[in-house]
Protein backbone atom coordinates (compact mmCIF):
# COMPACT_ATOMS: atom_id res chain seq x y z
CA UNK A 1 0.00 0.00 0.00
CA UNK A 2 1.43 3.66 -0.85
CA UNK A 3 1.99 5.78 2.07
CA UNK A 4 0.87 8.97 0.46
CA UNK A 5 0.21 11.95 3.38
CA UNK A 6 -2.24 14.43 2.08
CA UNK A 7 -0.44 17.86 4.03
CA UNK A 8 -1.50 21.80 4.21
CA UNK A 9 0.89 24.13 5.03
CA UNK A 10 -1.58 26.32 6.77
CA UNK A 11 0.20 29.88 7.13
CA UNK A 12 -1.31 32.57 9.00
CA UNK A 13 -1.32 36.23 7.87
CA UNK A 14 -0.24 38.55 10.09
CA UNK A 15 -1.25 38.34 14.46
CA UNK A 16 -1.73 41.75 16.31
CA UNK A 17 -0.57 41.69 19.95
CA UNK A 18 -3.84 42.58 21.17
CA UNK A 19 -5.69 39.79 19.29
CA UNK A 20 -6.82 36.96 21.88
CA UNK A 21 -5.74 33.21 21.41
CA UNK A 22 -9.44 31.97 20.74
CA UNK A 23 -9.20 34.97 17.57
CA UNK A 24 -6.04 33.41 16.48
CA UNK A 25 -7.15 29.62 17.19
CA UNK A 26 -10.77 30.38 15.92
CA UNK A 27 -8.33 31.48 12.47
CA UNK A 28 -6.81 27.61 12.54
CA UNK A 29 -9.66 25.78 13.20
CA UNK A 30 -11.21 27.66 9.90
CA UNK A 31 -8.16 26.08 7.83
CA UNK A 32 -7.78 22.80 9.64
CA UNK A 33 -11.36 22.94 8.01
CA UNK A 34 -10.61 23.86 4.91
CA UNK A 35 -7.48 21.25 5.20
CA UNK A 36 -10.23 18.77 6.06
CA UNK A 37 -12.19 19.41 2.91
CA UNK A 38 -8.73 18.79 0.73
CA UNK A 39 -8.56 15.69 2.02
CA UNK A 40 -5.74 16.49 4.42
CA UNK A 41 -4.43 14.06 6.76
CA UNK A 42 -1.86 16.76 8.69
CA UNK A 43 -1.84 20.20 8.37
CA UNK A 44 1.43 22.27 9.48
CA UNK A 45 1.21 25.45 11.52
CA UNK A 46 4.46 28.50 12.00
CA UNK A 47 6.06 28.83 14.61
CA UNK A 48 5.08 30.95 17.68
CA UNK A 49 1.55 30.54 15.80
CA UNK A 50 -0.54 31.33 18.57
CA UNK A 51 0.98 35.24 19.32
CA UNK A 52 2.58 37.90 17.48
CA UNK A 53 5.80 37.44 17.04
CA UNK A 54 6.65 38.62 20.70
CA UNK A 55 10.76 38.96 20.61
CA UNK A 56 10.13 42.06 17.91
CA UNK A 57 10.13 44.02 21.71
CA UNK A 58 12.20 44.73 24.67
CA UNK A 59 10.47 43.28 27.74
CA UNK A 60 12.60 43.75 31.12
CA UNK A 61 9.56 42.21 33.46
CA UNK A 62 8.90 38.97 33.83
CA UNK A 63 4.67 39.10 33.32
CA UNK A 64 5.25 41.11 30.33
CA UNK A 65 7.18 38.02 28.65
CA UNK A 66 5.34 35.57 29.99
CA UNK A 67 1.51 36.34 28.76
CA UNK A 68 2.85 35.03 25.36
CA UNK A 69 3.80 31.60 26.64
CA UNK A 70 1.90 28.26 27.04
CA UNK A 71 1.91 26.84 30.67
CA UNK A 72 -0.41 23.94 29.56
CA UNK A 73 -0.45 21.98 26.48
CA UNK A 74 -3.87 21.86 25.87
CA UNK A 75 -4.86 24.59 27.90
CA UNK A 76 -8.55 25.93 27.51
CA UNK A 77 -7.57 28.13 24.33
CA UNK A 78 -5.81 26.03 22.47
CA UNK A 79 -7.93 22.49 23.62
CA UNK A 80 -10.33 23.36 20.48
CA UNK A 81 -7.79 22.44 18.21
CA UNK A 82 -6.95 19.05 19.80
CA UNK A 83 -10.97 18.63 19.65
CA UNK A 84 -10.84 19.63 16.07
CA UNK A 85 -7.97 17.06 14.96
CA UNK A 86 -10.12 14.41 17.19
CA UNK A 87 -13.43 15.15 15.39
CA UNK A 88 -12.16 16.17 12.00
CA UNK A 89 -9.34 12.94 11.69
CA UNK A 90 -7.14 15.53 11.21
CA UNK A 91 -3.04 15.87 12.81
CA UNK A 92 -1.52 19.20 13.28
CA UNK A 93 2.06 20.98 14.13
CA UNK A 94 1.72 23.25 16.28
CA UNK A 95 4.48 25.77 17.25
CA UNK A 96 4.09 27.97 20.31
CA UNK A 97 5.90 29.92 23.36
CA UNK A 98 6.31 26.85 26.13
CA UNK A 99 6.70 27.63 30.14
CA UNK A 100 7.66 24.70 31.61
CA UNK A 101 8.53 23.72 35.25
CA UNK A 102 11.49 21.61 35.11
CA UNK A 103 14.93 20.39 35.90
CA UNK A 104 17.65 23.25 35.05
CA UNK A 105 21.07 22.99 36.17
CA UNK A 106 20.56 24.10 39.29
CA UNK A 107 17.43 22.66 40.45
CA UNK A 108 14.24 22.83 39.70
CA UNK A 109 13.01 26.49 38.07
CA UNK A 110 10.68 27.63 35.25
CA UNK A 111 11.85 27.26 31.50
CA UNK A 112 10.67 29.15 28.42
CA UNK A 113 11.46 27.39 25.41
CA UNK A 114 10.17 28.24 21.40
CA UNK A 115 8.81 24.80 20.76
CA UNK A 116 6.55 22.64 18.89
CA UNK A 117 4.66 19.70 19.08
CA UNK A 118 2.82 16.84 16.83
CA UNK A 119 -0.48 15.46 17.37
CA UNK A 120 -1.88 12.65 16.07
CA UNK A 121 -5.67 12.06 14.62
CA UNK A 122 -6.75 11.41 17.77
CA UNK A 123 -5.75 14.09 19.41
CA UNK A 124 -2.82 13.04 21.17
CA UNK A 125 0.63 14.22 20.88
CA UNK A 126 3.13 12.14 19.94
CA UNK A 127 6.03 14.32 19.53
CA UNK A 128 7.70 17.83 21.26
CA UNK A 129 10.80 20.14 19.83
CA UNK A 130 12.43 22.49 21.41
CA UNK A 131 14.27 24.86 18.93
CA UNK A 132 17.79 24.45 19.12
CA UNK A 133 19.17 27.49 16.72
CA UNK A 134 18.12 30.69 18.37
CA UNK A 135 18.97 33.80 15.98
CA UNK A 136 19.31 37.11 17.19
CA UNK A 137 20.14 38.87 20.47
CA UNK A 138 19.96 38.79 24.45
CA UNK A 139 20.54 42.87 24.94
CA UNK A 140 18.43 45.73 23.87
CA UNK A 141 20.25 47.16 20.56
CA UNK A 142 18.22 50.40 19.74
CA UNK A 143 20.10 50.83 16.28
CA UNK A 144 17.41 48.11 15.34
CA UNK A 145 14.30 49.01 13.61
CA UNK A 146 12.93 45.70 15.71
CA UNK A 147 14.50 43.37 18.42
CA UNK A 148 15.18 39.86 17.50
CA UNK A 149 14.93 39.00 21.06
CA UNK A 150 15.09 35.36 21.39
CA UNK A 151 18.53 34.85 22.66
CA UNK A 152 17.02 36.87 25.97
CA UNK A 153 13.25 35.09 26.39
CA UNK A 154 14.04 31.28 24.80
CA UNK A 155 16.58 28.74 26.45
CA UNK A 156 18.17 26.74 23.90
CA UNK A 157 16.08 23.15 23.42
CA UNK A 158 16.82 20.59 25.37
CA UNK A 159 15.62 17.53 23.60
CA UNK A 160 18.08 17.19 20.34
CA UNK A 161 16.47 16.92 17.33
CA UNK A 162 14.81 13.38 17.40
CA UNK A 163 12.65 11.77 14.56
CA UNK A 164 9.61 10.62 15.96
CA UNK A 165 7.25 7.43 13.98
CA UNK A 166 3.83 8.74 14.10
CA UNK A 167 0.90 7.12 12.25
CA UNK A 168 -1.49 9.53 10.12
CA UNK A 169 -3.95 7.09 8.93
CA UNK A 170 -3.92 3.39 7.39
CA UNK A 171 -1.25 3.05 5.18
CA UNK A 172 -0.23 6.52 6.14
CA UNK A 173 2.72 5.75 9.09
CA UNK A 174 5.82 7.10 8.76
CA UNK A 175 9.09 9.14 10.64
CA UNK A 176 8.73 12.59 10.87
CA UNK A 177 10.83 15.00 12.58
CA UNK A 178 10.77 18.84 13.50
CA UNK A 179 12.36 22.11 13.20
CA UNK A 180 11.93 25.43 13.64
CA UNK A 181 12.68 28.82 11.96
CA UNK A 182 16.47 29.50 11.78
CA UNK A 183 17.26 25.70 12.49
CA UNK A 184 15.71 25.61 8.76
CA UNK A 185 18.95 27.43 7.63
CA UNK A 186 21.49 24.64 9.17
CA UNK A 187 22.49 21.69 7.31
CA UNK A 188 23.09 19.81 10.70
CA UNK A 189 19.61 19.74 11.54
CA UNK A 190 18.43 17.86 8.11
CA UNK A 191 21.34 15.75 8.46
CA UNK A 192 20.85 14.95 11.99
CA UNK A 193 17.29 13.88 11.61
CA UNK A 194 18.31 12.51 7.80
CA UNK A 195 20.80 9.86 9.75
CA UNK A 196 17.38 8.52 11.85
CA UNK A 197 15.59 8.25 8.28
CA UNK A 198 13.27 10.68 8.68
CA UNK A 199 10.86 10.70 6.27
CA UNK A 200 8.77 14.13 6.33
CA UNK A 201 10.28 17.51 8.20
CA UNK A 202 8.03 19.62 9.57
CA UNK A 203 8.66 23.60 10.12
CA UNK A 204 7.21 26.59 10.97
CA UNK A 205 8.96 29.87 11.10
CA UNK A 206 8.53 34.03 11.13
CA UNK A 207 11.15 35.67 8.96
CA UNK A 208 11.44 39.41 8.85
CA UNK A 209 12.25 40.69 4.59
CA UNK A 210 14.66 43.00 6.83
CA UNK A 211 17.51 41.18 8.32
CA UNK A 212 18.81 44.57 10.23
CA UNK A 213 23.03 43.02 10.69
CA UNK A 214 22.62 42.28 7.08
CA UNK A 215 20.13 44.33 5.41
CA UNK A 216 22.26 43.28 1.83
CA UNK A 217 20.72 39.90 2.15
CA UNK A 218 16.94 40.89 2.20
CA UNK A 219 16.49 40.91 -1.75
CA UNK A 220 17.12 37.50 -1.17
CA UNK A 221 15.16 36.24 1.60
CA UNK A 222 12.53 34.54 -0.50
CA UNK A 223 15.58 32.92 -2.56
CA UNK A 224 17.38 31.77 0.76
CA UNK A 225 14.29 30.79 2.74
CA UNK A 226 13.85 27.85 -0.53
CA UNK A 227 17.19 27.48 -0.83
CA UNK A 228 17.58 25.94 2.27
CA UNK A 229 14.46 23.80 2.32
CA UNK A 230 15.00 22.43 -1.17
CA UNK A 231 18.48 21.43 -0.58
CA UNK A 232 18.01 19.69 3.01
CA UNK A 233 14.95 17.54 1.45
CA UNK A 234 17.12 16.51 -1.76
CA UNK A 235 20.45 15.83 0.53
CA UNK A 236 18.45 13.37 2.79
CA UNK A 237 15.58 12.26 0.70
CA UNK A 238 12.96 13.25 2.99
CA UNK A 239 10.13 15.92 2.56
CA UNK A 240 10.11 19.21 4.04
CA UNK A 241 6.71 21.13 4.70
CA UNK A 242 7.65 24.84 5.61
CA UNK A 243 5.49 27.32 7.13
CA UNK A 244 5.16 30.86 7.26
CA UNK A 245 3.60 33.74 9.75
CA UNK A 246 3.93 35.62 6.98
CA UNK A 247 2.57 39.83 5.99
CA UNK A 248 3.01 42.69 7.58
CA UNK A 249 2.57 42.20 11.15
CA UNK A 250 2.86 45.10 13.72
CA UNK A 251 5.01 47.31 11.06
CA UNK A 252 7.50 44.37 10.47
CA UNK A 253 7.07 43.11 6.78
CA UNK A 254 7.18 39.28 7.28
CA UNK A 255 7.82 36.90 4.26
CA UNK A 256 5.25 34.44 3.06
CA UNK A 257 6.41 31.89 1.05
CA UNK A 258 5.45 28.58 2.16
CA UNK A 259 6.71 25.97 0.30
CA UNK A 260 5.71 21.72 0.34
CA UNK A 261 9.32 20.34 -1.04
CA UNK A 262 9.67 16.10 -2.47
CA UNK A 263 12.59 14.35 -2.18
CA UNK A 264 13.95 15.29 -5.17
CA UNK A 265 14.19 19.09 -3.60
CA UNK A 266 11.23 19.97 -6.29
CA UNK A 267 8.80 22.91 -4.46
CA UNK A 268 5.06 20.38 -5.24
CA UNK A 269 2.75 23.57 -3.12
CA UNK A 270 3.13 26.69 -2.19
CA UNK A 271 1.08 29.59 -0.65
CA UNK A 272 1.16 32.58 -3.12
CA UNK A 273 -0.33 35.41 -0.36
CA UNK A 274 1.30 36.62 2.69
CA UNK A 275 -2.33 35.86 4.35
CA UNK A 276 -4.33 32.97 5.93
CA UNK A 277 -3.23 30.66 3.14
CA UNK A 278 -4.05 26.56 2.76
CA UNK A 279 -1.29 25.06 0.23
CA UNK A 280 -2.10 21.31 -0.30
CA UNK A 281 -0.07 18.49 -1.96
CA UNK A 282 -0.08 14.47 -1.81
CA UNK A 283 3.17 13.21 -0.30
CA UNK A 284 4.07 9.59 -1.31
CA UNK A 285 6.57 8.75 2.08
CA UNK A 286 7.89 5.87 -0.29
CA UNK A 287 9.61 8.66 -2.76
CA UNK A 288 12.55 8.92 0.23
CA UNK A 289 13.54 5.83 -1.07
CA UNK A 290 14.61 6.53 -4.40
CA UNK A 291 17.29 9.14 -2.91
CA UNK A 292 18.54 7.15 0.31
CA UNK A 293 18.74 4.01 -1.57
CA UNK A 294 21.05 5.68 -4.16
CA UNK A 295 22.82 9.05 -4.27
CA UNK A 296 22.34 9.35 -0.50
CA UNK A 297 22.81 5.95 0.46
CA UNK A 298 24.21 7.04 3.98
CA UNK A 299 25.52 3.37 4.75
CA UNK A 300 27.30 3.38 1.33
CA UNK A 301 28.41 6.66 0.37
CA UNK A 302 29.03 8.69 3.79
CA UNK A 303 32.50 9.30 4.61
CA UNK A 304 32.09 10.24 8.81
CA UNK A 305 35.44 9.22 9.32
CA UNK A 306 37.02 11.92 7.16
CA UNK A 307 34.57 14.60 8.40
CA UNK A 308 35.64 13.81 11.68
CA UNK A 309 39.52 14.35 10.96
CA UNK A 310 38.20 18.10 10.20
CA UNK A 311 36.17 18.26 13.26
CA UNK A 312 39.16 17.68 15.72
CA UNK A 313 41.15 19.63 13.86
CA UNK A 314 38.55 22.09 14.63
CA UNK A 315 37.51 23.22 11.14
CA UNK A 316 39.36 25.80 10.52
CA UNK A 317 42.18 25.80 7.85
CA UNK A 318 45.61 26.30 10.60
CA UNK A 319 47.20 29.99 10.46
CA UNK A 320 50.01 30.75 7.70
CA UNK A 321 53.80 30.53 9.17
CA UNK A 322 55.85 33.03 9.44
N1 LIG B 1 12.31 33.26 13.92
C1 LIG B 1 13.51 33.08 13.34
O1 LIG B 1 14.26 32.18 13.70
N2 LIG B 1 13.87 33.96 12.37
C2 LIG B 1 15.15 33.97 11.73
C3 LIG B 1 15.51 35.40 11.38
C4 LIG B 1 16.10 36.11 12.54
C5 LIG B 1 16.48 35.51 10.26
C6 LIG B 1 15.19 33.08 10.49
O2 LIG B 1 16.18 32.36 10.33
O3 LIG B 1 14.29 33.16 9.65
Known sequence: MPRVITVGAAQLGPIARADTRAQVVGRMLALMHEAKANGCDLVVFPELALTTFFPRWYFERPQDIDVFFERDMPGPDTQPLFDAARTLGLGFCLGYAELVEEDGQEGRKTRHFNSAITVDKSGAIVARYRKIHLPGHAEHEPWRRFQHLEKRYFERGNL???AFRANFGEGKAGIFGMAICNDRRWPETYRVLGLQGVEMILIGYNTPVHNPPAPEHDALSHFHNQLVMQSGAYQNGTWVVGVAKAGKEEGVEQIGNSIIVAPSGEIVGACTTTGDELAVARCDLDLTASYKNTTFNFAHHREPEQYRMIVERKGAVPPAKG
Open 160 to 162: GFP
